[in-house]
T-cell receptor
Framework: KQEVTQIPAALSVPEGENLVLNCSFT??????LQWFRQDPGKGLTSLLL?????REQTSGRLNASLDKSSGRSTLYIAASQPGDSATYLC???????????FGAGTQVVVTP | NAGVMQNPRHLVRRRGQEARLRCSPM?????VYWYRQLPEEGLKFMVY????????ESGMPKERFSAEFPKEGPSILRIQQVVRGDSAAYFC???????????????FGPGTRLTVT
């Protein structure tokens, strides 16, 4: 059974610092890995999707890497801003029906 | 193209009542997934449906919970005789294809927050 772990559970950084969020998974047979952002009381916003054949994806200040052999994905957010404060979730797609397995999330606070 | 819509956004029910949660997928999407987020926990898969078919309900509690996705209209998640432990945020997601192929994303709705008093 796939287990997805996110470390750390919470992170506080001053504005301008780079953020590094870690996600690990136990089963390397994943179809893809998605990173989401969740604001308090709100839904999920998809940030990046990395297919199993890819090593990384980039969008603006966001970059996500995927290393299937080590069971890890990392989300980098460059030059953090207070608006980046949110909970970041990673989710692995591990079966052909589309069932996403989520980590518990990393709660990020960027202080001005 | 409107996103995934869920209603109501907030729902309060007394113990023993029924809760009905609705999800309208994005236009052109025929695959719907329901997830539950309990307080202080991550999202857990509940059920995957295509039009008129339940494909995978391995995450659904065995009793009181049911889901449907009729040929016409939204997908419905029904919880009968609610208990306090059912209080959670319920999210649905839709995709244009079966996302197991790895290429197609699931797009999430804003969620329904159920409170059982």
């Amino acid at each position: 059974k796939q287990e997805v772990t996110q470390i750390p559970a919470a992170l506080s950084v001053p504005e301008g610092e780079n953020l590094v969020l870690n996600c690990s998974f136990t089963d390397s047979a994943i179809y893809n890995l998605q990173w989401f952002r969740q604001d308090p009381g709100k839904g999920l916003t998809s940030l990046l999707l990395i297919q199993s054949s890819q090593r990384e994806q980039t969008s603006g200040r966001l970059n996500a890497s995927l290393d299937k052999s080590s069971g890890r994905s990392t989300l980098y957010i460059a030059a953090s801003q207070p608006g980046d404060s949110a909970t970041y979730l990673c989710a692995g797609l591990t079966d052909s029906w589309g069932k996403l397995q989520f980590g518990a999330g990393t709660q990020v606070v960027v202080t001005p | 193209n409107a996103g995934v819509m869920q209603n109501p956004r907030h729902l309060v029910r007394r113990r023993g009542q029924e809760a009905r949660l609705r999800c309208s997928p994005m236009k052109g999407h025929s695959h719907v997934y329901w997830y539950r987020q309990l307080p202080e926990e991550g999202l857990k898969f509940m059920v995957y449906l295509q039009k008129e078919n339940i494909i995978d309900e391995s995450g659904m509690p065995k009793e009181r919970f049911s889901a449907e996705f009729p040929k016409e209209g939204p997908s419905i998640l029904r919880i009968q005789q609610v208990v306090r432990g059912d209080s959670a945020a319920y999210f649905c997601a839709s995709s244009i294809q079966r996302t197991g192929q790895g290429t197609y994303e699931q797009y999430f709705g804003p969620g329904t927050r159920l409170t059982v008093t």
